[in-house]
């Protein structure tokens, strides 16, 4: 069972900056995405940023401009989320989810998430 663990969460004043990390133990080959996503209490858990196994990146708009999502080159079971000018409301508990290809028909994915990290940005 492949592991997703998280880090880099914590307290910020508004219009400052995180790096979030997340690392798996699982192939790196068979690494299909690897995305960052969010949840506030009462709310459905949400995709912040994502980036698929040909690199390409896919944003939720009211992100965009602020987050990068990266996967580490040496490493590539490592994904990073820098969050720059942060807002009281991108205030959540940030998950990692990483998808594997089973690489035998179908075909299909497996989804794997860590335990979250607490964002908390003060106004």
């Known amino acids: 069972q492949e592991q997703v663990v998280e880090s880099g969460g914590g307290l910020v004043q508004a219009g400052g900056s995180l790096r979030l990390s997340c690392t798996t133990s699982?192939?790196?080959?068979?690494?299909?995405?690897m995305g960052w996503y969010r949840q506030v209490p009462g709310k459905q858990r949400e995709l912040v940023a994502v980036?698929?196994?040909?690199?390409?990146?896919?944003y939720a708009d009211s992100v965009k401009g602020r987050f990068t999502i990266k996967r580490d080159n040496n490493a590539g079971n490592t994904v990073y989320l820098q969050m720059n000018n942060l807002k009281p409301e991108d205030s959540a508990v940030y998950y990692c989810?990483?998808?594997?290809?089973?690489?035998?028909?179908?075909?299909?994915?497996?989804?794997?998430w860590g335990q979250g990290t607490r964002v908390t940005v003060s106004s």
């Open positions: 980036v698929h196994s040909s690199d390409t990146t896919d």
């Open positions: 699982g192939t790196v080959l068979w690494i299909y995405d």
């Open positions: 989810c990483v998808h594997f290809l089973v690489p035998s028909p179908p075909y299909q994915t497996t989804e794997h």
